[in-house]
C-alpha cells in the first residue's frame, strides 16, 4: 500500500515542481547544490532547535529543508548533465546524515532531562541507519532489496509527526512514535536481511 501511494504521488508532485526546478536551474543552481544546501539546513536546525526543546518551530524549520530532498533528484534529470553516479552517492549519504542528525538533536534533548526514553531513540538511531546499510550493502553484491515496512519516508514521517506534535504539547506522542519508529525501523531492517538471505540461497 505504501509503494502504491508513493508511486501515485511521484507524477503529480513531479509536475508541481518541475517549474520551480527549471527556475532553480536558470539561476545557476545545481541537484548537487540544492542536496548540500538542504542537508545543511535540516542538520543545522535540527541541532540547534531540539536540544533545546524547541519542537514546534524546529520542526516547522526542518521540514522546510527535508523538502528540498524533492526537488534535487528532478533537477538532475532536467539538467544538460542528467543524472551522475557522484549525485546519488552524494544524495544518499546527505539524507544518512540528516536523518540522524533529527534524532541525535532529540536524543541531546533527552539525554539532559535523564529521560527514560533516550534507549528508545537510540535504537530507532541504529536501526534506521542499519536499514540503510543493509540495502545499499545488498545492491553491491548484485542483490535489489528494495521495499520493506518503513523505508525512509515512512521513518521520516513517523520521526518529524512526532516531535513537531509533542512541541504543541500533545500528550505521549513523543514516546509513541519513538516506540513505532524504533520497532518499525528493527521490523524493516529484519525484513531486508530475510530478503538478501533468501536471494543468496537461490
Not at 536558470?26 to 536546525?45: D, K
Not at 528494495?146 to 506522542?173: D, S
Request: aromatic content about 8%.
Amino acid at each position: 500500500m505504501v509503494l502504491m501511494l508513493q508511486s501515485s504521488l511521484r507524477k503529480p508532485v513531479t509536475r508541481i515542481i518541475t517549474p520551480l526546478c527549471r527556475g532553480l536551474l536558470a539561476l545557476g543552481l545545481s541537484a548537487n547544490m540544492i542536496s548540500a544546501l538542504g542537508a545543511l539546513g535540516t542538520v543545522a536546525s535540527a541541532l540547534f532547535f531540539y536540544p533545546h526543546g524547541n519542537f514546534w518551530v524546529g520542526t516547522l524549520v526542518v521540514a522546510f529543508f527535508v523538502l528540498f530532498d524533492l526537488l534535487d533528484g528532478t533537477m538532475a534529470r532536467l539538467s544538460n548533465s542528467g543524472s551522475s553516479s557522484w549525485g546519488a552517492l552524494l544524495d544518499s549519504t546527505l539524507d544518512r546524515i540528516s536523518d540522524a542528525s533529527i534524532l541525535a538533536g532529540v536524543l541531546l534533548y533527552l539525554i539532559s532531562k535523564n529521560d527514560d526514553l533516550v534507549p528508545v531513540v537510540l535504537v530507532a538511531l541504529v536501526a534506521g541507519g542499519l536499514v540503510s546499510y543493509i540495502k545499499a550493502r545488498a545492491e553491491s553484491l548484485g542483490i535489489v532489496c528494495n521495499g520493506g515496512f518503513a523505508e525512509r519516508t515512512e521513518r521520516l514521517i513517523i520521526a518529524v509527526l512526532a516531535i513537531g506534535l509533542t512541541g504543541l504539547h500533545v500528550p505521549f506522542t513523543l514516546a509513541v512514535g519513538m516506540w513505532i519508529l524504533a520497532l518499525a525501523s528493527i521490523y524493516t531492517m529484519t525484513e531486508r536481511l530475510r530478503i538478501v538471505f533468501v536471494a543468496t540461497r537461490r
